[in-house]
């Protein structure tokens, strides 16, 4: 177990959750339409499907939807590491009116070695070492209240625009195990530096 433990802050939906899946797939479905993650380019999803859909894709966030998603792959085996390893590891995520159980119950299901989840939307109001979210909103304002917080993300087509915020933009949505494992590897070195500096900082003497 690490002597430097970190907190570590980690959003659900696209970090830990594949929300896209689910929501678009079902969008799809409805409209007949063929949208992938690569096809949106900004946060505001509805700016992106048929306009008979617009906004209504927002009514897709239901129960049912929530706690039927999939984790991300590479997320259960990363964050398991990081429990183990013995860092604070918290789900923060906000939760759409009527929600909160569904998410509650999808975090125990798929991760029930994760002991605390968290749902607000000022997010910033929480202070961690590591705060690891996908959307451009919360990096910006997370950035802003704490600027010396390690701020990792997934590589979306709709954060690119936040590049310069963030410590790490790792992967992609095609390729979601290889940023759970660039976190896992940045995370274990920030422990081993923050560990090597305590270790060699100077004794206090009395004369």
Not at 45 to 55: A, L, M
Not at 71 to 77: E, N, S
């Amino acid at each position: 177990m690490n002597n430097e433990k970190l907190t570590i802050l980690v959003d659900m939906d696209s970090i830990a959750a594949d929300l896209q899946e689910k929501w678009y797939g079902a969008y799809n479905k409805r409209y007949n339409d063929t949208i992938t993650v690569d096809d949106i380019l900004s946060w505001d999803t509805h700016k992106y499907v048929k306009p008979e859909c617009g906004k209504k894709i927002y009514k897709y966030f239901t129960p049912s939807m929530f706690r039927s998603l999939n984790p991300i792959k590479g997320a259960v085996k990363a964050l398991k590491r990081l429990v183990v390893a013995g860092h604070e590891v918290v789900f923060l995520t906000a939760a759409p009116r009527g929600c909160r159980d569904a998410k509650h119950a999808w975090a125990k299901e798929h991760f029930p070695f994760i002991g605390e989840v968290a749902m607000m939307h000022k997010k910033y109001l929480v202070q961690g070492d590591v705060f690891i979210d996908d959307s451009p909103s919360n990096i910006i304002a997370y950035r802003k209240h704490h600027p010396n917080a390690n701020i990792f993300t997934i590589a979306y087509p709709y954060n690119e625009e936040v590049e310069h915020l963030t410590d790490l933009r790792l992967g992609s949505w095609r390729d979601t195990e290889a940023a759970w494992e660039g976190f896992v590897e940045a995370i274990e070195e920030i422990t081993f530096n923050r560990e090597t500096t305590c270790s060699i900082e100077p004794a206090h003497t009395t004369g």
